[in-house]
């Protein structure tokens, strides 16, 4: 698995903001569809946005709409995750991942196994 680099992570009250990024060095970035993961203790990793190669189409969990937002820039060669009045139950490790062979404005799936590229993981603790 290569290797996407995350950042942005970090310890904020319940209610704060944060911003997350994921850059892909030495990738054809746009060949990728990408998506955020995150994964609690004990827990199994679990969905939190996609979007599609072109940045046309996203889709979001239940459990975080309204409240965080995937984007990419396709010239700065990068994805977002913008996350407004975090929860406790926000807490987590939140990985990127992308996958390739999906079309320019199809939004890749909610499953971890369809990803073939992974970043290392950036830790977000939401106090209450």
């Known amino acids: 698995q290569r290797q996407l680099v995350e950042s942005g992570g970090g310890l904020v009250q319940a209610g704060g903001s944060l911003s997350l990024s994921c850059a892909a060095p030495?990738?054809?970035?746009?060949?990728?569809?990408m998506a955020w993961f995150r994964q609690a203790p004990g827990e199994d990793r679990e969905f939190v946005a996609a979007?599609?190669?072109?940045?046309?189409?996203?889709l979001h969990a239940d459990s975080v709409k309204g409240r965080f937002t995937i984007s990419r820039d396709n010239v700065k060669l990068a994805l977002y995750l913008q996350m407004n009045n975090l929860k406790p139950e926000d807490t987590a490790v939140y990985y990127c991942?992308?996958?390739?062979?999906?079309?320019?404005?199809?939004?890749?799936?909610?499953?971890?196994?369809?990803?073939?590229?992974w970043g290392q993981g950036t830790q977000v603790t939401v106090s209450s």
């Open positions: 979007i599609s190669r072109n940045g046309a189409t996203s």
């Open positions: 030495g990738r054809t970035f746009t060949l990728y569809a």
């Open positions: 991942a992308g996958r390739i062979g999906t079309s320019d404005s199809v939004v890749p799936g909610r499953t971890a196994s369809e990803y073939g590229d």
